[in-house]
């Protein structure tokens, strides 16, 4: 009985570092890239067939997310050959524990190399703003990275043109819906990006797809119980991946960075690469 009760509780032991060392450091270092199919419907018409690669919650700094992770996120994105990049922001590392500081001016020159056809364009997160905002913009900037605060671009494609609509963010951004819209000013589809998908409900229909990150997809979604901390005031309603409501669509991608604790389960680090049809 008590060798049983030793052997109960040493394989428990063992179960347990297992889990911890794929939490802590197997599944926070891994980086994948997955293509997801996302089918607009009729709105989307005029988008089917184009690549996004969603750049989220890099968190430059954070462990195992230094240069060399950057380095990596940017030949693997251009290995997958996106028509366009979309950086939804929180690329700034705070309060992260075990990880360090990187300034901007070091990392945003690496996600400069990417050069997709139609682009690649940024909006900034919560942690950007909170450590230094316009540092950030202008390092993305010098880049050739532009940020769209509130405004859109139009993009010509070869099946003709369409919108970029950058949203600030939800806490920190002053994010302006309508003023993001404002300069659209005919029928071409509109792909709109932003940091928090808390801003979905009022996004219009007008938008054919609203891109987003933030929530990491709660970094840890463990059996039964589900992804336990979800930073939304709905809960796991926009957590992760392609959401439909009242025929408008979004997608959250679940990051490649860890933020306050370097864990991540079950919600392993993406780059997500969007074909619309």
Same mark, same amino acid.
């Given at each position: 009985?008590?060798?049983?009760?030793?052997?109960?509780?040493?394989?428990?032991?063992?179960?347990?570092?297992?889990?911890?060392?794929?939490?802590?450091?197997?599944?926070?270092?891994?980086?994948?890239?997955?293509?997801?199919?996302?089918?607009?419907?009729?709105?989307?018409?005029?988008?089917?067939?184009?690549?996004?690669?969603?750049?989220?919650?890099?968190?430059?700094? &954070?462990?195992?997310?230094?240069?060399?992770?950057?380095?990596?996120?940017?030949?693997?994105?251009?290995?997958?050959?996106?028509?366009?990049?979309?950086?939804?922001?929180?690329?700034?590392?705070?309060?992260?524990?075990?990880?360090?500081?990187?300034?901007?001016?070091?990392?945003?020159?690496?996600?400069?190399?990417?050069?997709?056809?139609?682009?690649?364009?940024?909006?900034?997160?919560?942690?950007?703003?909170?450590?230094?905002?316009?540092?950030?913009?202008?390092?993305?900037?010098?880049?050739?990275?532009?940020?769209?605060?509130?405004?859109?671009?139009?993009?010509?494609?070869?099946?003709?043109?369409?919108?970029?609509?950058?949203?600030?963010?939800?806490?920190?951004?002053? &994010?302006?819906?309508?003023?993001?819209?404002?300069?659209?000013?005919?029928?071409?589809?509109?792909?709109?990006?932003?940091?928090?998908?808390?801003?979905?409900?009022?996004?219009?229909?007008?938008?054919?797809?609203?891109?987003?990150?933030?929530?990491?997809?709660?970094?840890?979604?463990?059996?039964?119980?589900?992804?336990?901390?979800?930073? &939304?005031?709905?809960?796991?309603?926009?957590?992760?991946?392609?959401?439909?409501?009242?025929?408008?669509?979004?997608?959250?991608?679940?990051?490649?960075?860890? &933020?306050?604790?370097?864990?991540?389960?079950?919600?392993?680090?993406?780059?997500?690469?969007?074909?619309?049809?």
């Amino acid at each position: 009985m008590r060798h049983a009760l030793l052997a109960t509780l040493a394989g428990l032991v063992l179960l347990g570092l297992l889990l911890a060392g794929w939490a802590f450091w197997w599944e926070p270092a891994s980086l994948r890239v997955v293509e997801h199919r996302v089918a607009l419907g009729e709105r989307g018409a005029a988008l089917r067939g184009l690549r996004v690669a969603v750049l989220t919650d890099l968190h430059v700094g &954070s462990p195992f997310n230094g240069l060399e992770r950057v380095r990596e996120v940017v030949e693997r994105t251009r290995a997958a050959r996106p028509d366009l990049v979309l950086i939804c922001g929180d690329l700034f590392i705070q309060g992260v524990r075990g990880g360090r500081f990187v300034p901007p001016e070091e990392f945003a020159p690496l996600l400069g190399e990417l050069r997709p056809p139609l682009g690649i364009y940024a909006v900034l997160g919560n942690h950007d703003w909170w450590v230094d905002g316009p540092r950030m913009a202008r390092a993305l900037q010098a880049a050739r990275i532009p940020t769209l605060e509130n405004r859109a671009v139009p993009v010509e494609h070869p099946a003709g043109r369409i919108w970029i609509a950058g949203i600030g963010d939800l806490w920190e951004g002053k &994010s302006n819906i309508e003023g993001a819209l404002a300069s659209v000013d005919d029928d071409a589809p509109v792909l709109a990006f932003t940091h928090n998908p808390d801003l979905f409900p009022g996004i219009p229909e007008r938008v054919a797809l609203t891109v987003a990150g933030h929530t990491h997809g709660g970094q840890v979604n463990l059996p039964l119980l589900g992804r336990l901390i979800v930073p &939304s005031r709905f809960g796991e309603r926009y957590a992760i991946g392609h959401i439909v409501e009242d025929g408008r669509h979004l997608f959250v991608s679940p990051g490649i960075g860890t &933020s306050i604790l370097p864990v991540r389960f079950r919600v392993p680090p993406e780059i997500s690469i969007l074909v619309l049809e």
